[in-house]
């Protein structure tokens, strides 16, 4: 396979990472990815045609000319869709396939190692960002598309960076955490119960105090990709993105809260985040469902809004897989087990995938090459419990080194011919869960940090004592050399 440093679009040490979301759309359109669509109306029509889109076509989609909205306030769908895009984002050749994607991410944040302060965010003194501060905060203002009929409201934060700092230690968190309109100065925030801005709002609030807090809506997708994933704690994902890229990112320090807010941030709001639930929901969740109706969740009270002229609107809409954000999480998400399991001292793993069809979460699959009996018990469990691959988990899949974990028909194979159900699957009771979970008992009185459940780990692995023995079937298949031969004599029957 080759290095990250020779596929690089373009050469030198993170030269050509586009870091902001107009020179990245214009990457995107000249590699013809991108449709623009203009008349659709906020109230479904962006989220159905965002949609339909992630199903079958995979355009990259910019909204414009919105009803009620003034040409030039745009909406972008369809960011990372696919390899050919995260690629693009990572200052990749689109060609690539999604193990090397796996790889070379992991050869990338290895190579920040420890020491992901190389990567350390800079500041800089001005942004476009600021061209435009409302006089009176009207955060209406934007064409927050109402995505899927059975919505609650209008989500102007769906692919946001949510920033947060801890009271304690300083460090800076990017979550993306879902906004909901409320009125002109105030929005209502959906936080999950093991999320890092659910720790630091709770310090806020203890103290007494309400929360700082600053959100951009817009900024090149890179930020995106590491705000919508488990960064580890204690980590900046603006370095995580720097790390990522291979190049710093970079932010302004927003006027009101001293936040860091990306520099290349469309439209940033600032304010504070409050103990005043309202109202929110219910929202076309990533598992597929409307698990949990309306939610009692607390609000941002607006203090400022910035936006570029012109401003874009960087959205995603979730829903039955594979939606929108599905793809961009799987290699990511590999990736992050992948390196855990070797730090927890698993040896020989091949790859690692995370399927869209399990929204990145619920489906993941190791493929080790077996050195020992249990050798897949190891890697089985650590996968399913580490925090990356134990949020609103469900299902991992141990396969050997011939199966090729991103190819659903190879672990299906694995699965029917290799596993036993009587002894061939453990059962781990009362994982981390999620009240999103549409197999949840949803009791009314229960906290949402709560909720538990249980995972199955499939080891679709040769019986170790016959792979050594060298007494496992064969595989029926052609070898290399004669697959070889016969499609260069008969070229024409497998062209494209
Ligand atoms: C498009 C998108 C939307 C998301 N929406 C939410 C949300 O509304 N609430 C939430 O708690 N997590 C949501 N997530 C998941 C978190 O972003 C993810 O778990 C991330 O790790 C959170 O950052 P943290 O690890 O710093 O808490 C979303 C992720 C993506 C990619
Ligand atoms: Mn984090």
Known sequence: MPTSEELKVGGQRGRNVNRDLRSWLDSVRSLGLLREVRGADWELEIGALTDLNAKKNKHTLLFDNIKGYPDGFRVLTGALLDSRRVALTLGL???LNNLDLVKIIRERLAKAGGSIDEYLPEYVESAPLLENIQEEVDILQFPAPQWFEKDGGRYIGTSDAVITRDLETGWVNVGTYRLMLQDKKTVSIYIEAPRHARFMVKKYWDAGEPCPVAV???????????SGI???????????????????YQLIKGPVTGLPIPA??????????VNEPKSEGPFGEFIGYYSTGTTQSPIVKVEAVYHRSEPILLGTCSGRPPHDYTYFRCPLRAALIWDILEKAGVQEIQGVWCHEAGYSRAFTVVSIKQMFGGHDRMAGHLASQCRPGAVAGRYVVV???DIDPSNL???IWAICSRSDPGTGIDIITNSLGTPLDPIADNAPSKSMTEYTSNRGIIFATKPFGKLIRNEFPKVVETSPELKERVTRQWAELFSD
């Open 93 to 95: 050749s689109p060609s």
């Open 216 to 226: 951009s809506f817009g900024h090149h997708p890179l930020v995106s990709m590491s």
């Open 230 to 248: 488990e960064v580890p704690a204690g980590v900046s994902e603006f370095a995580y993105a720097g790390a990522l890229s291979g190049q710093p």
């Open 264 to 273: 290349d941030s469309e439209i940033a709001i600032e304010g504070y985040i």
């Open 399 to 401: 396969v050997d080194d």
């Open 409 to 411: 028909d190879d672990v």
